[in-house]
């Protein structure tokens, strides 16, 4: 019988294993487009371990408020900027030591108080920026504004006015026909108008006149300090009567406060080079200050000090500026801190005087809980 040729031995299937293969393909092409469709939905918990937050799990949390011991610490950041607390309850540490831990019943307030700075990149001053900042404190409560009116920039001195009294060779201008009309106008304002200006840090009126002005080394010649800047020297009249017209010019404007910063001798560089005279250096600085305080009196305007920070840690202080040479002159003590040293500062500053002056701290982020006033460069 001949043997039957033709399908007759298929029976309708091939090897398991391309079955198996098949399978697994798909599965991984799957998984595959799974992980790209969750990605952007991958986080990292406090452990470090990677876990899904998924979208709707925001809102389902959210609702969950209503119940007791829910958590709630997803509240807008915003509503933390414009919130305070009193500060009752907190231990304060002397800057350099630890501080106490924060009460956690101390209770929320409004901002009373929040100084914003102008940076010079906002000179010549216009009415936009003024709209802007203006709209800004508005919305978060502040309540004053701090404005750089002269700095030392580099080799240059910069006014942000338009100034009587500067000569060309003192300080450069940086202002329009229409600036001092908008900074009387900011003065003017609900706001408390702060005036910001740079002292004895001057390198180009320290150069224009070295006899008159400028400090100089025990060589006789001009003093640079480690940032390669020049000062004026706080022992020479002329140099002191400088600072005190453009303060009474800045008075004119309306501004309720100045505060003056660099006030002192260098504290960088070859200080053993510096010639310092034959009067003291105490006795320097307490006649600008008190010069000072007499050219401000007629206007009614509140004198400030930005103080070097060494006085509060007991450092070394090659400024010469103390807390006792400025407290009989000025109605308020600035200071570079951090928010856990505040509360020693403000004690140390309430007993100069038994309170007639205030201590406010100039801060680069916005502390939580917020102190009742402070200075913010950013």
């Known amino acids: 019988m001949a043997k039957v040729r033709g399908y007759s031995s298929y029976h309708g299937r091939g090897p398991m294993w391309k079955t198996v293969a098949a399978v697994l393909l798909i599965a991984i092409i799957l998984a595959s487009f799974g992980v790209l469709a969750l990605g952007h939905y991958m986080v990292v918990d406090e ?18 408020d209503e119940n007791p011991g829910s958590d709630d610490s997803g509240r807008n950041a915003d509503e933390n900027a414009e919130n305070n607390h009193d500060g009752e309850g907190e231990t304060a540490g002397e800057p350099g030591g630890e501080s106490g831990e924060e009460s956690s019943s101390a209770s929320a307030a409004p901002v009373r108080e929040l100084l914003r700075t102008y940076g010079s990149y906002t000179a010549p001053f216009g009415w936009d920026e003024y709209n802007e900042e203006i709209s800004m404190a508005e919305r978060y409560g502040y309540t004053a504004f701090s404005v750089l009116l002269k700095e030392n ?93 453009i303060a009474r010019e800045i008075a004119e ?21 510096i010639a310092y005279g034959d009067t003291p250096i105490a006795e320097n600085l307490t006649a600008f200050l008190s010069e ?75 502390p939580q809980p917020l102190p009742r006033q402070f200075l913010y460069l950013a």
């Open 253 to 273: 404007l309306g501004f309720k406060e100045i505060l003056l910063t660099h006030v002192g001798y260098p504290t960088e560089g070859k200080l053993d080079k």
């Open 292 to 366: 000072m305080r007499e050219t401000l009196n007629p206007y009614g305007v509140k004198l400030s000090v930005e103080m070097p920070r060494a006085v509060f840690t007991h450092q070394d202080n090659p400024s010469g500026l103390t807390l006792e040479i400025a407290a009989p002159y000025v109605d308020r003590m600035y200071c570079v801190v951090t928010p856990e040293e505040i509360d020693y500062c403000d004690g140390t500053v309430f007993n100069l005087r038994d309170g007639a002056v205030e201590f406010v701290p100039i801060l680069s982020e916005l």
């Open 47 to 64: 452990t470090g371990l990677p876990k899904i937050q998924l979208p709707w799990a925001d809102e389902w949390n959210s609702h969950s």
């Open 153 to 245: 920039k580099y080799d240059r001195s910069v006014i942000y006015f338009r100034s009587n009294s500067v000569p060309s060779d003192m300080a450069a201008t940086r202002a329009d026909a229409s600036t001092n009309e908008v900074l009387k106008t900011l003065a003017a304002s609900q706001f408390h108008a702060v005036a910001r200006m740079t002292c004895f840090l001057d390198s180009q009126a320290a150069n224009a006149n070295v006899r008159r002005f400028g400090l100089r080394n025990t060589g006789s010649y001009i003093f640079y300090d480690g940032n390669g800047e020049n000062w004026l020297d706080p022992g020479k009249p002329d140099a002191r009567a400088y600072l005190c017209d």
